[in-house]
């Protein structure tokens, strides 16, 4: 069938043979048109499309390094201002430690002085009961031995000193010579 065109072809341009090395103009022209109608397309439609595409992914492409760029400035800035913040931290913690300790101390003095004034007041009161229990003992003694010197004195003389005047001046007289006794010997 392709020599059936190829013979019909060639009859009706007037039976030469067509040359295989010479270009039919025709068929050039029309597919250089075609070309340049394709080429017109391109250019007017499929280039523009090409080159918006391309500075939409430049475009997302910087400004995505602007985006990391802010981003590690900001956190960049975060963690200084992070830093920052716990060396403050740390400086109050230990202000606050010192001045606990401080407190402690003062809070320690206290308490060991009040601990002081308590056991000298504890002191005194026995100090003063104990002088207070020697009166009453010097009394008790007082009143019971001058009780017993005038019995004994009564028993020794022979007669009753129940006499209440006369039995406190022999009891007033016998202590005061114990007492003088006592002191000397000291």
């Known amino acids: 069938m392709k020599n059936a065109l190829i013979l019909a072809a060639s009859e009706t341009s007037g039976g030469e043979q067509p040359n295989p090395i ?8 029309l597919v250089l048109l ?3 109608i394709l080429l017109f397309i391109v250019f007017k439609f499929v280039v523009p499309m090409f080159e918006k595409t391309f500075a939409e992914r430049t475009e997302a492409i910087e400004g995505g390094i602007a985006k990391a760029e802010k981003a590690q400035a900001e956190a960049n800035a975060a963690l200084d201002e992070y830093k920052q913040q716990l060396t403050d931290a740390r400086t109050e913690a230990n202000r606050i430690r010192e001045e606990a300790r401080a407190e402690g101390a003062q809070i320690l003095a206290d308490l060991k002085e009040k601990a002081a004034a ?19 003992a010097v009394a008790s003694l007082r009143s019971e031995v001058g009780t017993l010197a005038t019995t004994l004195a009564g028993r020794i003389v022979g007669e009753s000193l129940e006499d209440d005047a006369r039995s406190n001046r022999v009891v007033d007289r016998f202590l005061a010579d114990l007492e003088a006794s006592e002191g000397a010997s000291k």
């Open 22 to 29: 010479v270009p039919n103009w025709w068929d050039t022209g």
């Open 34 to 36: 075609g070309f340049a």
């Open 118 to 136: 308590e056991s000298a007041r504890i002191v005194e009161q026995a100090h003063t009961a104990i002088a207070a229990e020697r009166q009453a």
